[in-house]
C-alpha cells in the first residue's frame, strides 16, 4: 500500500510503514542522521533526525519526532527545514562536541567525516561548555584497525554491525551515559572476519584502516578507481583508492546484488599486497632481474616459437585467467587446477548457461529458508532473516547446547537473534563452574546461573 504524504509542502507517494528518515532520503530531501544505517535500519540513539510532523491537514501545531523512528502514514506533513526541528538538531550537535576532540587536523575521517559535515551544516562553531572533556584509553585491536575512543558519539553503529549483522560476539558497549565504551574486554585482535567494515561504518574516525593510517593521504587528494574482488567466486565490488601511483587503501562499492554495503577483510585488504616489499615489481629472466624491453623481446619470440606456456591459477582473476589463455592459446595454457576439477567447473558453467538455475547472490542467500554450511562467522542478521529461521538456529545448535549445560540461564525464555548470547552465557556457566550468587551475572539479561540440582529446604530450586 502506499501513503500520500506531504515533505516540505512536495506531495509524493511512498509506500506505507516505511521509516520517515529513508523515505526523505529517497526522495532527495537531505535529513541529518548518524545512528540510521540502509543495512541495519533505525534505533533512534543519536536523535538527530528530529523532524517536524504534522498528522494531517487539520494539525497545525506539530511535533518533533525522529525520522527514523517514525512510520509512514498517510496525510503526514513532514517539514525537515522547520525552525523548531532545526534548533533541536543544533542542540544534539552541541552536546555531541562537548566531549569530543577538536583534531579534524590530525583525524583519517578529516574532508570525509560525517560529523564534520553536520557540524558544518548545524552552523556550531562556538563550545559554550567549560568542564573538562571526557576522555578514554584506547585499545590495541591488531594489526588492521585503528581505535580512538575519544572521537565517539555513541551512535552503536559499531557494535550493531559486529553484533548483529556480522555475528562477532568480541565486540561490545561497557560503561553507561557519558562513559559509554565501544571495545573489547580486553586487548587483542577482533575475531570476525568482517571486523574491516568498521572502518566504514562508523561516521567519525573511532575506526580506521591502520595500514591506510601509517601511509595516508586525504580523501580528497587520492584517485578512486572501480574494480571486482579477485580474491573468491563472489566478485564483490570495490574500490580503489591511489595516490603518487600506489594503492593507499580498499573501499567497499556498493552493489544491491552482491556485496550491498560490505566487504569481507580478505576483500578490503587482499588487494594491498601489490604495494607489499616482496611483490615483483620487475621482469625476471632465469633468476637475474632484466630490463622491460628485452623481457617484452623474449617473450614476443618464444610466443612466436610456439615454446612459451601460460600456467594459470584458481587465485588469480577470471579476466587475468582468461588474457594469459587468449595470449598462449587454449592448447599452451594450464588452468592450475586438476583436469577431474577443470572438467567440473566446464559442466557447471555449461548447466548454468543453458539451464533456467543460476548462481544465488548473496541477497538470496540471507532470505533462503534453509542454507547449510559450516560457515562459523555467517551473519546473524542473515541467520535469523527467513521465516522461522532463529527456531531453526535454536532447535539444531541451541537446543543441543542447552542440553548439555547443567547450570540454567534464562535463555528458554528468551527467542530472536539474542539466544545465541543466553546459551553461550549458560555454556561459559558450566565450564567456569560458576555457583550462586557469586555467579557473574549475564551482560544483556542480567541473570544468574544456577546449579542444576541444588534446592531449598521447600524442595524449590534456589534462585
Given amino acids: 500500500m502506499t501513503a500520500r504524504i506531504h515533505i516540505d509542502g512536495r506531495a509524493v507517494e511512498v509506500p506505507e510503514g516505511r521509516d520517515l528518515l529513508s523515505t526523505c532520503l529517497d526522495q532527495g530531501v537531505a535529513v541529518p542522521h548518524f545512528c540510521w544505517h540502509r543495512a541495519m535500519g533505525s534505533i533512534g540513539a543519536c536523535r538527530l ?26 496525510g503526514q506533513r513532514v517539514e525537515v527545514a522547520d525552525p523548531e526541528a532545526a534548533a ?57 584497525l585503528t581505535h580512538e575512543m575519544n572521537r565517539c558519539i555513541a551512535c552503536y553503529r559499531c557494535t550493531r554491525f559486529y553484533r548483529g549483522y556480522a555475528g562477532g560476539r568480541d565486540l561490545d558497549v561497557f560503561g553507561a551515559h557519558d562513559r559509554v565504551y565501544f571495545g573489547r574486554a580486553t586487548d587483542g585482535v577482533l575475531e570476525s572476519p568482517f571486523a574491516g567494515n568498521l572502518a566504514e561504518v562508523c561516521p567519525t ?39 603518487a601511483g600506489r594503492l593507499r587503501r580498499v573501499v567497499n562499492r556498493r552493489h544491491d546484488a552482491i556485496n550491498g554495503d560490505f566487504l569481507c577483510d580478505r576483500g578490503r585488504y587482499g588487494p594491498l599486497f601489490v604495494e607489499a616489499p616482496t611483490a615483483l615489481t620487475t621482469a625476471r629472466h632465469r633468476g637475474e632481474t632484466i630490463a622491460v624491453s628485452p623481457a617484452l623481446d623474449a617473450t614476443s619470440a618464444a610466443l612466436a616459437a610456439g615454446h612459451a606456456i601460460g600456467i594459470g591459477s584458481p587465485r588469480a582473476s577470471l579476466e587475468a585467467n ?46 533462503a529458508d534453509a542454507r547449510r554450511g559450516p560457515d562459523r562467522y555467517r551473519p546473524a542478521r542473515r541467520a535469523v532473516a527467513a521465516p522461522g529461521g532463529a527456531r531453526r538456529r535454536t532447535r539444531s545448535r541451541g537446543a543441543k547446547r542447552r542440553a548439555d549445560v547443567s547450570g540454567q540461564c534464562c535463555a528458554g525464555r528468551r527467542r530472536g537473534p539474542q539466544i545465541a548470547d543466553h546459551i553461550g552465557h549458560a555454556a561459559a556457566g558450566r565450564a567456569r563452574r560458576y555457583r550462586h550468587p557469586a555467579a557473574a551475572p549475564h551482560p544483556r539479561c542480567h541473570c544468574r546461573l544456577r546449579p542444576a540440582g541444588r534446592r531449598g529446604a521447600a524442595g524449590r530450586p534456589v534462585r
Fill in 88 to 144: 533541536f538538531r543544533a542542540h544534539v550537535i552541541e552536546w555531541l562536541m562537548v566531549n569530543h576532540p577538536h583534531d579534524c587536523a590530525v583525524c583519517e575521517e578529516g574532508g570525509a567525516c560525517q560529523l564534520q559535515d553536520m557540524t558544518i551544516a548545524a552552523g556550531h562553531h562556538l563550545r559554550r561548555a567549560d568542564a573538562a572533556k571526557r576522555t578514554h584509553r584506547n585499545q590495541d585491536l591488531g594489526p588492521l
Fill in 205 to 243: 574516525g573511532v575506526f580506521n584502516d591502520k595500514g591506510w593510517s601509517k601511509d595516508y593521504a586525504r580523501p580528497w587528494d587520492m584517485t578512486e578507481t572501480p574494480s571486482i574482488c579477485p580474491h573468491c567466486a563472489v566478485g564483490c565490488n570495490i574500490g580503489l583508492s591511489a595516490r
Fill in 322 to 367: 582468461y588474457a594469459l589463455r587468449r595470449l598462449v592459446g587454449p592448447a599452451r595454457f594450464f588452468a592450475g587446477i586438476a583436469d577431474s576439477e577443470a572438467q567440473l567447473v566446464q559442466r557447471m558453467a555449461s548447466l548454468l548457461a543453458a539451464g533456467p538455475a543460476r548462481v544465488a547472490s548473496l541477497a538470496d542467500i540471507e532470505h
Fill in 49 to 74: 533526525c528530529a523532524i517536524k510532523v504534522h498528522d494531517g491537514p487539520d494539525d497545525t501545531r506539530g511535533r518533533i519526532e525522529m525520522a527514523c523512528m517514525t512510520p509512514v502514514a498517510d
